[in-house]
């Protein structure tokens, strides 16, 4: 009987939220723009300016915003309609793009490849990426990290089949990779700086002459068409945060740094990484993105061929 009252009040308080939210759009609360962010970037330091919610309010918007541990998932809610706007690293939007998912590119920083890095413990027998062939790799399915483990194997003759992938999410990849349960872990910044403070993580490779290490920003396409001001609204106040940060990069530190849970000096060095600028995408950008896309679909990870263009059209700059 308790069980059966437990399981009524429930239903009963379920549905009071449920009205509530429906009264709520009825009365003009549907005007919102929702961002999904991540640990750490120019998205992090807006939400923490706190800039944008009294420029988008004049136009009636309000804005919520909601933390994802990875990329992958971040386009997942972008997906399904959860989120309106977000960014991520190269490979997220192009398994999202193969799923289908309605993204639209609208936005890109330059290249930043120091900002992610195939890591070793400091102890490892391991010396160079070609000593991965036959070792257990830790890394985010679908993140930016996948490309550059792709690319950097095949500079270095070994075969993706060669190694063996462990799929984790950052904070149990640096679980595994501490107690000794793989052999190697690639990661991005802040992630990568923590390890390499923490742990004294040696660098087999970063990015720097493999991969660019793009960052990218998405629209839902349904919230692009339907609402271009605004987006341009947070690309403007994008660019703006960014003008700061690389002018002064130990402010944009010590104000990071308790938001994350990592120390300033760590997140300093991440930051000097890190690449500035917000800008529309170009051709040459669009064509990189490709090169990706196109690796993927040889390796079989994506399950079919894709154009970029598709969803980048109307945001290119020569």
Do not use: C
């Amino acid at each position: 009987m308790r069980r059966i009252i437990q399981r009524l009040i429930a239903t009963i308080v379920l549905s009071i939220g449920i009205v509530a939210a429906a009264v709520g759009t009825s009365y003009g609360q549907d005007k919102v723009v929702r961002i999904g962010y991540q640990k750490y970037g120019k998205l992090v330091l807006l939400k923490s300016k706190g800039t944008l919610e009294p420029k988008l309010a004049a136009d009636g918007y309000k804005v919520v915003w909601t933390e994802f541990p990875s990329g992958p998932p971040l386009l997942e809610a972008l997906n399904v309609g959860a989120i309106d706007f977000g960014n991520t690293g190269e490979a997220p939007p192009i398994f999202a793009q193969a799923a289908g998912a309605p993204i639209q590119y609208v936005a890109y920083e330059p290249p930043a490849p120091k900002g992610e890095a195939i890591l070793v413990p400091k102890d490892s027998p391991l010396k160079s990426v070609a000593d991965l062939k036959g070792k257990k790799v830790a890394l985010n399915k679908g993140s930016n990290v996948h490309y550059l483990l792709v690319k950097a194997l095949e500079k270095a003759g070994v075969k993706y089949s060669e190694i063996e992938p462990v799929f984790l999410a950052p904070a149990d990849a640096r679980a595994a990779f501490e107690r000794g349960a793989v052999d190697a872990w690639v990661i991005w910044d802040p992630f990568q700086a923590a390890a390499e403070a923490a742990t004294g993580a040696r660098t087999l490779a970063d990015g720097t002459d493999t991969v660019a290490n793009y960052q990218f920003y998405f629209s839902s396409k349904k919230f692009l068409d339907a609402n271009p001001k605004i987006v341009d609204a947070v690309l403007t106040e994008l660019s703006s945060v960014d003008d700061w940060a690389k002018g002064d990069i130990h402010a944009v530190a010590e104000q990071l740094a308790p938001a994350i849970g990592l120390s300033v000096p760590v997140v300093e060095v991440a930051l000097k990484r890190q690449s500035y600028g917000i800008k529309p995408l170009t051709d040459a950008v669009i064509a990189d993105q490709q090169q990706v896309a196109d690796a993927f679909f040889a390796l079989n990870l994506i399950p079919k061929s894709i154009k970029i263009s598709d969803v980048a059209g109307g945001q290119v700059h020569e």
